[in-house]
């Protein structure tokens, strides 16, 4: 049972906010129901992203009308008529200005765009009125937070604080909203490095643990590390400042690292040890390797293989090996014997056979399938495990995510950082596909998952080919929502992101924005001043926009309290390049701390390098309670059976020398 | 008053009237009489002023910066419009206001309130009674413009151009009515309230062209106050060159002194091109020297004020920019 999230802590009585300027128009710029104009003194805290509250002076129907509004674009401008008057003003000497008696009449000239009117009906133009900073209450009510902050059915998710002024307000999003039914989806885009988009969903998911609904369910988060160390420390504390720990406080969130995190990740080619950069020792305890059999792989064939290789002929004869001969048993002439395929390997030992077989026929094809095909389809598939190496195994191991057990406020990292593209689509294809199967029967173990995936306009690109990963992720933000499978992703160019993965995101996240980007059509709804303004974000800052938002809102989080990529591996160096004798003692070490070197070196002694991998997953993937006999015994199933197979007979001659051959000796 | 309610407006004026005088007809957007150069304007003349600074007047150089001295600075607006004619006599509607503008910290500000006045102006004697009841039976204020002027024809432009001077009047009512508020706050105060930069002539008050804290700034030279080589004289100054300090006297006003002051390079322009006349409270039996280094001092605090331009006022050669700064802030609150 989650306990329910913590309250927020109340915020003190805020006095009444000061009024700060007036609503003005005029007939070359009029106010709009959506838009409006005020002025300020020039020394008041309204920037860009302000929001304000108007209030109106004329009654509609009975009620004074308030409105509320962000501010998106702002004017200065004096008493000049050209820029001319005053460098003649000044002599042409800009010290000039510094002995003006008086300094020119100035305005501070903005412009709005309404968030919300009460009354909703009718909805007029902006009144003229008074203009005021937005309290904490009326933040709320402009971003009709107010109707998913109830008590009793409140369902708001922290994702930073407003500030203006002196005043700060925390913003929520709406978990219907972020994570399902309603709508659902994340995304994040900005430049590298300084968009801290990463940061970002960090602190969010920190956040969605935290204060996640229990009446909603669970929710557990996979995260695909495709690059560095980013999110390979997610359980170590890391650094954070006063002001962080603040904003924590604020949010109600405790800044601490997530309690249960499980990395997975391949083995390196060689299959020694796990191709992650956090490999040290320490952190061993909750790695997993992650590796797929044939089984696991041929499902996703078409992740591995393109059209190019594969044409509809092809496909049939894959289509056929998948529904007769894979996992069953299978005997048919020309095969010498019958075959029961369950690895790659016994999947080559059935296209040797069968090939034999069709040679020695002189047969050119089999079951329809012509010979050229079955070697070019032998020729793609036996070439997965090659591509894949460390992921995918000849030998049929299968250590996988635990489809069926997730666990409640969980991230799950699978780092596929330093694979091949190949293989990293082959993982992100099979786990997603293999979290939809398990949320459409209800039994994955929780019931919402955020996947986290970065670069995405590598993986869903606006142009492209159609790939079986890019329609993996549309089906995902297009349907997932009503599964509880809801995908939180980032990248660098919105704009190159397929239109409808990003169209599809509930709630978008803004960081720091390269100008090239933002005159990108897709942004065209922003004013000047709010793309500048993007354009200049600091670490910590973002642009959110969220259904129940009217407009987008600028707001801070905390960094995560989570240890930073670059700080982990030099606190957690990467562990040194080991033979295999280390990486066996190391991996059965997670199992059972008494197993030495000398053991291993002794059990391991004479056997091939293959066998040794082979059984050192099979009992990381069993976990037995002893598990030094265990894996001793994988030897003994396999290193027996050779030792007591019968003795070859001896080679019987070609022919049987007569007895009274006089020549024979 | 800050800000004309809506009964005291043009229109509001004009649809009281046509509910009394529905048969009259009424012009639906009049033009400003001073705008349109329609008003009256004094003949140019020039007039000898006894020099108070050496026996005859003479270009002083003034030498040296001074600091922006003046807290603050007074002006008035008037416009006035003919609502309708009453069997051609004009039926003027005037408004007149007036302000001080406060300087602190470089910026300016509102010193006390604004002082907006309207009303109608009309040769009573000359309407008949039904002008005459309708006019006092809204709440306008309506002044006689024959009250205290001849007019020697019942031409309409002179009857227009009585309304005129006595919008004038009103409007240097106004005016007193800030400066001798100004001038009795400095006196309630040890410190007093600084100097007022006035625009225009001092000479309406005693109160005001008595007090040592008032300067006033003429920019008009209909009437100057030299003749023969004192007026070539005057007209030859240079940018920061004075003329000697002289004594302006008038039957129905209070003397005070005053000398003329180039603000500008008048290069290749009018003569009278960047040309003021300040007038200050005359000192009674201050030496020459003294009421030289007085005019000098005052001369410095004025020509500090030459910065920032009046632009895009067309009169920014003379027109200083806190007296601008009134003017718009006039305009405004209208």
């Known amino acids: ?665 | 008053m800050m800000a004309p309610v809506s009964d005291a407006s043009l229109h509001g004026v004009q649809r009281r009237l046509a509910a009394l005088l529905p048969a009259e007809r009424w012009l639906s957007s009049p033009a400003t009489l001073e705008l349109a150069s329609l008003g009256a304007q004094d003949a140019p003349r020039l007039i000898a002023a006894p020099v108070l600074e050496g026996g005859v007047l003479r270009e002083r150089r003034v030498t040296g910066d001074a600091p922006p001295r003046f807290a603050a600075f007074l002006d008035g607006t008037q416009t006035s419009k003919v609502i309708a004619h009453a069997d051609g006599v004009p039926i003027v509607y005037g408004t007149v206001a007036s302000v001080i503008r406060q300087r602190v910290d470089r910026r300016m500000r509102t010193w006390e309130a604004a002082r907006v006045r309207h009303a109608l102006y009309a040769p009573l004697a000359l309407l008949s009674q039904r002008w005459r009841d309708a006019l006092s039976a809204i709440d306008v204020p309506v002044v006689d413009t024959l009250a205290r002027r001849q007019v020697e024809s019942p031409h309409p432009f002179a009857l227009q151009d009585a309304a005129i001077h006595a919008v004038q009047e009103a409007r240097e009512a106004a005016e007193r009515e800030l400066a001798e508020l100004w001038c009795a706050r400095g006196d309630d105060q040890p410190d007093g309230v600084g100097e007022l930069l006035v625009d225009g002539a001092i000479t309406g008050s005693e109160r005001v062209a008595t007090a040592s804290c008032i300067v006033g700034v003429v920019k008009t030279h209909r009437t100057l106050y030299a003749e023969g080589e004192a007026l070539r004289c005057v007209l030859r100054l240079e940018r920061g060159v004075r003329s000697s300090v002289f004594r302006i006297t008038s039957p129905k006003r209070t003397p005070v002194a005053s000398w003329y002051l180039r603000l500008r390079d008048a290069s290749a322009r009018d003569p009278l091109w960047g040309l003021v006349r300040i007038e200050v409270a005359e000192q009674p039996g201050a030496s020459a020297k003294r009421i030289g280094e007085r005019a000098d001092d005052v001369s410095r605090w004025v020509l500090a004020e030459a910065l920032p331009l009046a632009l895009p006022d067309g009169r920014w050669d003379k027109m200083l920019y806190g007296i601008r700064d009134c003017e718009e802030f006039l305009r405004a609150i209208q």
């Open chain 1, 1 to 665: 049972m989650t306990a329910p999230p913590p309250p927020i802590p109340p915020a003190p009585p805020a006095p009444p906010a000061p009024l700060l300027g007036r609503v003005v128009a005029t007939e070359r710029k009029p106010n709009t129901p959506h838009e409006f104009h005020f002025w300020t003194s020039l020394d008041s805290p309204i920037g860009i992203g302000t929001i304000v509250r108007v209030d109106g002076e004329t009654p509609v129907a009975g009620q004074l009308v308030r409105v509320y509004g962000v501010v998106v674009e702002g004017f200065s401008y004096t008493d000049l008529q050209s820029p001319i008057h005053d460098v003649l003003g000044h002599d042409g000497t800009p010290g000039g200005a510094s002995v003006a008696a008086t300094q020119r009449a100035e305005i501070r000239l903005y412009t709005a765009h309404v968030l919300r009117q009460i009354p909703e009906e009718p909805l007029q133009p902006v009144p003229m009125g008074s203009v005021a900073l937005a309290s904490d209450e009326d933040v709320a009510v402009a971003l009709r937070m107010d109707s998913y902050l109830q008590p009793g059915s409140r369902t708001g998710i922290p994702v930073g604080i407003y500030r203006a002024g002196a005043m700060e307000a925390p913003i929520y999003l709406d978990a219907d909203f972020l994570l399902g039914p309603e709508a659902a989806h994340l995304n994040i885009t900005g430049v590298s490095g300084l968009a801290t988009k990463t940061s970002a969903v960090e602190w969010l998911l920190a956040s969605i643990f935290t204060h996640f609904p229990p009446q909603k369910g669970s929710v557990a988060a996979i995260c695909f590390n495709v690059k560095g160390p980013d999110l390979l420390f997610l359980d170590q504390p890391g650094q954070i400042e006063d002001s962080d720990l603040a904003m924590y406080e604020k949010l109600g969130v405790k800044a601490a690292p997530f309690e249960r995190v499980r990395y997975f990740a391949p083995y390196t080619a060689k299959g020694f040890a796990i191709n992650t950069l956090r490999s040290n020792e320490q952190l061993a305890h909750n790695v997993t390797p992650l590796t797929w059999g044939l089984n696991e792989v041929m499902q996703f064939a078409e992740v591995l293989l393109n059209k190019d290789d594969i044409d509809a002929k092809a496909d049939a004869f894959i289509d056929f090996l998948q529904e007769r001969v894979i996992g069953r048993e299978f005997h048919e002439a020309p095969l010498s014997t019958p075959h029961r395929v369950r690895s790659f390997g016994e999947l080559e030992t059935f296209f040797r056979d069968l090939l034999r077989g069709l040679e020695d026929r002189g047969g050119e094809s089999w079951r329809t399938h012509h010979i050229a095909t079955i070697r070019k389809v032998r020729n793609r598939l036996s070439n997965i495990s090659t591509r894949c190496a460390g992921l995918v195994t000849d030998e049929g191991t299968v250590s996988d995510l635990p489809f069926g057990s997730f666990q409640d406020r969980t991230v799950y990292v699978v780092d596929v950082a330093s694979l091949e593209e190949d293989a990293q689509d082959l993982i992100f294809a099979r786990v997603v596909s293999k979290l939809r199967e398990h949320l459409e029967r209800r039994d994955l173990g929780v019931s919402h998952v955020v996947v986290f995936v970065d670069e995405l306009n590598k993986y869903a690109p606006a142009d492209g080919p159609d790939t079986y990963v890019r329609k993996m992720l549309l089906d995902i933000s297009e349907r997932g929502r009503y599964l509880g499978l809801v995908s939180f992703s980032a990248q660098q160019f919105r704009s190159q992101v397929h239109r409808r993965v990003v169209g599809n995101s509930g709630t978008a996240l803004y960081g720091r924005m390269d100008m090239d980007e933002l005159a990108t059509p897709g942004y065209a709804v922003l004013s000047v001043a709010t793309k500048t303004k993007l354009a200049t974000l600091e670490k910590g800052q973002l642009m959110v926009r969220h259904p129940h938002f009217a407009q987008p809102i600028f707001v801070r989080f905390p960094r995560p309290a989570v240890m930073r990529g670059r700080d982990g591996v030099e606190r957690f160096p990467q562990a040194e390049d080991i033979g295999l004798e280390v990486a066996v003692m190391r991996a059965l070490r997670q199992l059972d701390p008494a197993v030495s070197l000398d053991w291993v070196k002794r059990t391991i002694a004479g056997h091939e390098e293959s066998e040794v991998i082979r059984a050192r997953n099979v009992t990381m993937q069993t976990r037995p309670e002893r598990v030094q006999p265990f894996f001793e015994a994988q030897f003994r199933r396999v290193v027996p059976a050779e030792a007591s197979s019968p003795p070859r007979p001896a080679p019987v001659p070609i022919r049987s020398l007569p007895s009274d051959d006089p020549y024979g000796f």
